[in-house]
C-alpha cells in the first residue's frame, strides 16, 4: 500500500490564483481530512469527509473547498489564493473518524507571493 | 472550544535520558488522544492511540498515559537515542480532531 499520498511536494503561487492540492489513499479508508500547520500552531483542521458524496467544514474552511467523488481521492481547492494561506498543508484518513488512528501524508508546502 | 497546550515547547536531553513530553486538554469529552511525531519536512507518524476508557498505552520505549478527568496525558520515553529528536505532537478526538503545537525534542549523543 502507498497510504496517503500528496502532490505536489511544493508549490509557489501568486495572490489571487487558483490551485489544487491532491490527496489520494489506497487504504479503503472511508473519513479523510485536510489540516494546515503554521509556525507555533500546531495542525488545524480545514475540511472533513465521511463517505464518498459527504463533506464538512473544520475549523478553519474560509478559502478552501472540496469535494469527495471516490473513497480515494480527496481534493482541496484555493479558488483565489492569499499571503495568509502560505503554510503546510497536511491531509490524513482512518478508517472511522472517531476511534481509529489517523494516517497523513507527507505534506504540500506552499507559499503564496 | 477544546484547546490542547504542550510542555515544553522545546527540550534537549543527554543520550540516554528518560524523559516526559505533557499535553493537557480543556474539555474532558473526548474519544481518544494520540501521540505523533514529526521529523523535520516530514508527515505525521502515529505512535499511540489512547482510547477515552483506557488508562495507558505503550509501544517498545514509549509509553503513554490519559487521565481524562484532569485532561492531562504524558509521553514517557525511556533510555532516549539520538533518532529520538524530533516533535512530538499530541492529539484529542472530540467531534473534530485538535492539536497541540508540539514539544521539539532533540536528543544529543
Known amino acids: 500500500n502507498a497510504g496517503v499520498t500528496q502532490t505536489p511536494k511544493f508549490q509557489v503561487l501568486k495572490t489571487g490564483q487558483s490551485m489544487t492540492l491532491q490527496c489520494a489513499q489506497d487504504?479503503?479508508?472511508?473519513?479523510m481530512s485536510w489540516y494546515r500547520q503554521d509556525p507555533g500552531m500546531g495542525l488545524r483542521l480545514i475540511h472533513y469527509?465521511?463517505?464518498?458524496?459527504?463533506?464538512d467544514q473544520g475549523e478553519v474552511p474560509n478559502g478552501y473547498n472540496v469535494s469527495r467523488s471516490t473513497t480515494e481521492d480527496f481534493p482541496l481547492r484555493l479558488l483565489s489564493a492569499a499571503p495568509s494561506q502560505t503554510s503546510v498543508y497536511f491531509c490524513a484518513s482512518s478508517t472511522h473518524p472517531q476511534g481509529e488512528t489517523q494516517y497523513f501524508g507527507p505534506g504540500t508546502r506552499l507559499l503564496v507571493l | 472550544k477544546q484547546e490542547v497546550t504542550q510542555i515544553p515547547a522545546a527540550l534537549s536531553v543527554p543520550e540516554g535520558e528518560n524523559l516526559v513530553l505533557n499535553c493537557s486538554f480543556t474539555?474532558?469529552?473526548?474519544?481518544?488522544l494520540q501521540w505523533f511525531r514529526q521529523d523535520p519536512g516530514k508527515g505525521l507518524t502515529s505512535l499511540l492511540l489512547?482510547?477515552?476508557?483506557?488508562r495507558e498505552q505503550t509501544s517498545g520505549r514509549l509509553n503513554a498515559s490519559l487521565d481524562k478527568s484532569s485532561g492531562r496525558s504524558t509521553l514517557y520515553i525511556a533510555a532516549s537515542q539520538p533518532g529520538d529528536s524530533a516533535t512530538y505532537l499530541c492529539?484529542?478526538?472530540?467531534?473534530?480532531?485538535?492539536f497541540g503545537a508540539g514539544t521539539r525534542l532533540t536528543v544529543k549523543p
Open positions: 492529539a484529542v478526538r472530540d467531534n473534530d480532531m485538535r
Open positions: 487504504m479503503n479508508h472511508e473519513y
Open positions: 469527509s465521511v463517505g464518498a458524496g459527504i463533506t
Open positions: 489512547i482510547q477515552s476508557s483506557q
Open positions: 474539555d474532558s469529552a473526548i474519544y481518544n
